[in-house]
């Protein structure tokens, strides 16, 4: 039996809590996870803090050992799925701010790329904030996207890549959009840990959101345009 078998998480300050929980997310430990969530909510912390300073921070410490080749990629799945765990805790807190329904938001991983936390983040802190949002899901090719885009009409169109690999596919998105003339239709927010605001202007979007807040707040702007462009003019 190790020391961490006996350790009561409720016995933690605040600080030491958040740095066990990295520590269980680190370790794949999703029981744990779950409660140390469950123990920083009851102790009156936001969800998005709990989001932002646990899991998020969990995971950025998971992606620097998996990039020195400390961890692989059976230990990050079972990381990932701890913090998925801890997200489904958080997501109805997220989602349920009362926001009246803003927009209409479609969003998807592309092809090739099967990285969906941070997609999965960015929906449920745009639920949060009043949109409705359509999650396509991971690996999606044009042909599915444009399937969306048609069949709901969004307000907002985002594409989550991971993988340097996988952001080229989000020009041959936006072009297959131009082809169509469906482009100027919608707004076309990307995001993901490899991209910046050069690339998303390459590519032809119409920005780039460093994170989910970000993205958020881009969304909100965007909508606020699209109605002051609908006021009839004043004489
Ligand atoms: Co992968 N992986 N992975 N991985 N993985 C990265 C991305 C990598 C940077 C790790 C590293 O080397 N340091 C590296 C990419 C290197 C590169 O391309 N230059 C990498 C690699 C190489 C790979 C594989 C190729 C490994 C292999 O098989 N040898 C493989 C590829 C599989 C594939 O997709 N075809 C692979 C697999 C995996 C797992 C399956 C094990 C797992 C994914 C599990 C899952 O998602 N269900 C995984 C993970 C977990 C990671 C890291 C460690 C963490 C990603 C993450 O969830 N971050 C990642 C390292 C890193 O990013 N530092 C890594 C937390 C999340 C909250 O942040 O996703 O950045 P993020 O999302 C943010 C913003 O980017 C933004 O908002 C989010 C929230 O704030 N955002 C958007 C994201 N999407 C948005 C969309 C928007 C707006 C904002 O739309 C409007």
Request: hydrophobic share 45%.
């Amino acid at each position: 039996m190790s020391d961490e078998a006996d350790l009561d998480l409720r016995e933690l300050d605040d600080e030491e809590l958040v740095k066990q929980i990295q520590d269980d997310l680190y370790d794949g430990l999703k029981d744990e996870v779950v409660e140390g969530v469950n123990i920083l909510l009851e102790r009156g912390w936001a969800p998005y803090d709990v989001l932002t300073k646990a899991l998020v921070g969990g995971m950025a410490i998971v992606g620097v050992d998996f990039r020195d080749g400390i961890l692989f990629v059976p230990e990050v799945l079972l990381a990932a799925n701890s913090m998925k765990a801890g997200m489904f805790v958080l997501r109805p807190l997220l989602a349920e701010t009362g926001a009246p329904t803003v927009g209409k938001m479609v969003i998807g991983t592309v092809k090739g790329d099967i990285h969906d936390i941070g997609k999965n983040l960015v929906s449920m802190m745009m639920e949060g904030a009043g949109f409705e949002v359509i999650d396509l899901g991971i690996n999606c090719d044009v042909d599915k996207y444009l399937a969306a885009l048609e069949a709901h009409k969004p307000d907002i169109f985002g594409m989550s890549a991971l993988l340097t690999t996988t952001m080229p596919y989000m020009k041959v998105v936006i072009d297959s959009m131009v082809e169509h003339g469906i482009r100027d239709d919608y707004v076309v927010l990307v995001g993901g840990a490899p991209l910046n605001e050069q690339f998303a202007t390459a590519v032809g979007a119409d920005a780039y959101c460093r994170d989910a807040s970000v993205a958020v707040d881009t969304a909100k702007r965007f909508m606020d345009k699209k109605h002051n462009q609908r006021q009839p003019e004043m004489a």
